[in-house]
């Protein structure tokens, strides 16, 4: 009988991503290993379950899988594991492996920091690099401080979850092992939508006093519990995400859900305004003088016996949240039901997985008025850049998909490379013939931020740019902010009327919030894009969304909140 594990396509896709990584340290052909990466890619991207595909021997039919990779795969599905890729392990030391994740450690570098240099891990190297010993054991002193540089440019990112994983960490827990007994709340950080989370904070609604934390127990699988007990509960699970539970009651959840969701510095600030009311706010509820609980079921019916509008959870940064509720004058906040159409999409024309049609399909089923089709621009050559003639041919795919489907206005636009001295990476004839341009900085091929700086400025100086793509160019984590001055770049924007991107992909959520709202102040109109590869990418809008929200973004700041395409040049 055919046994088929419960692996879904993420996971299968984690095992041939830890695989491509284990070949390249091991030295194999760089095609070979990336052609695993792109097959991961593919199976991340899809909409349908890898392992019904596989049983219905559909797998090759896939971008970028062929019949071996294929083969590797029914082999994990079917056996639960990837025999090569445990002869890998056991050749290629773990902290080998974990060092490639630092930034400028390739496979070389790794294998040398642990073999020569006797490092165990991430936490070491910075260990070693802060304190110089590295160096001094006779390590590149270039090396070193690019290493350093990045790693404190990243910050908090280095060691922790994207918000997206974290996201799905908590919503497999749900799945698992949520009941009408006991319903599981997701809090902290991620219910904030910070771009990176330490751990997973949850509230566990018991419905009947006799339900405690200690039920929960029993239905966590694998793992270890490092505190237990009847309201608190930490449990780290085999992927080792730390989890923290506490338990509420009904009367009480709406005040534990606003304890456990943060920030510190909001909860005390919260805190601080009851008392100077004459009330004492705690996760069990809002109290009067007298002890008697006057609020707590719900969050709303708090912030209301405060005299507050309801604060948002992306807004609870003690970021002058408090004092505009005390005012009324909060903002309502952009939601998904504001956004019309996509701005910034890539197809197999370029780096995406997905056919232009099949995008289209994606945006339709999304219910977006308009999508505009930003594949990159020539200089971009391991993106699968376009060359002109490319473009237009493009273009021509382009119009008799317009032809076919009426329901939605399709945009034929680039995202064309800022290039050394702010040149773009086509000239202005074949900018003009475009819908929409996003141009955006890739690369630093400069270390002098003002240098970098100007040439963004003259690129948003060109009449035929509508957006600035990620401004940053941050890979939260991977890569540090470019440094690009955004003081300036947002004061040239707003000069020449053009638009800046909140970039939803979840390793970038770039612009950051904190400029949202900088932009918000200013009167710089942000467009929202998914930056999507495929169609299950269109959903990655929503971390755009977010951090739109957390800079106290409208949908009168948001271009895409307008029924129908609107560039900047119209």
Known sequence: ????????????????????????????????????????????????????????????????????IAEKIGEIISTGRLKALEELRARIPREVVELTGVPFVGPKTARLLYTKFRVSGRVHLIEKLKDGSLVKQGFSPRLAEKILGAVEGVGEAFTKMLLVEGMNEASQLID???????????CGSIRRGKEVVGDVDMV?????????????????????????????????????????????????????????????????????????????????????????????????????KLGLQYIEPELRENAG????????????????????????????????????????????????????????????????GM???????????????????????????????????????????????????????????TSDTEVLTQAVIRALENRYVDTLGHPTNRMLGRRPENGVDLEKVMAAAKKNSKFLEVDGQPRRMDLPSIWVKRAVEEGVHLVLSSDAHSTAELGYMMFALINARRGWAGAQNIVNSSQKFRGART
Do not use: C
């Open 387 to 445: 060359s002109e003639e490319r473009l237009r041919k493009q273009e021509e795919e382009i119009e008799k998909l317009r032809s076919k489907y009426g329901s939605i206005e399709i945009l034929h636009g680039s995202e064309v490379d800022i290039l050394s001295g702010g040149r773009l990476d086509y000239d202005n004839r074949t900018l003009a013939q475009l819908d929409y341009v996003v141009a955006s900085l890739h690369r630093r091929f």
């Open 176 to 186: 698992n092992i949520g009941g009408p007994e006991l319903e599981l709340y997701v």
């Open 204 to 304: 566990v609604l018991s419905k009947t006093k006799d339900k405690t934390l200690l039920d929960l127990v029993s239905k966590l699988s694998g793992g270890k519990t490092l505190a237990e007990g009847e309201s608190k509960l930490t449990w780290v699970s085999p992927r080792r995400v730390q989890f923290d539970f506490r338990l509420a009651h009904p009367e009480y959840l709406g005040a534990m859900q606003l304890y456990f969701t943060g920030s510190k510095e909001h909860n005390i600030a919260l805190r601080t305004h009851a008392q100077r009311l004459g009330f004492k706010l705690s996760e069990f509820g809002l109290f009067g003088g007298d002890g008697v609980r006057v609020a707590g079921a719900t969050e709303e019916e708090v912030y209301a």
């Open 1 to 68: 009988m055919l046994v088929v594990f419960g692996l879904d396509n993420q996971e299968i896709a984690g095992i041939l991503e830890e695989y491509a990584t284990l070949l390249e340290l091991n030295g194999e052909d760089v095609f070979r290993v990336n052609a695993y990466r792109r097959a991961a890619k593919s199976l991340r991207n899809l909409n349908t379950s890898v392992v019904e595909l596989w049983r219905s021997n559909g797998l090759e039919g896939v971008p970028g899988v062929g019949r071996a």
């Open 321 to 384: 949240e408090i004092e505009a509720a005390s005012k009324g004058v909060l903002p309502k906040l952009v939601g998904v039901s504001d956004v019309f159409g996509d701005y910034h999409v890539h197809s197999t024309w370029s780096d995406g997985v997905d056919t232009l049609e099949r995008m289209v399909e994606g945006a339709i089923r999304q219910g977006y008025r308009y999508v505009v089709f930003t594949d990159h621009s020539k200089s971009e050559r391991v993106a699968n």
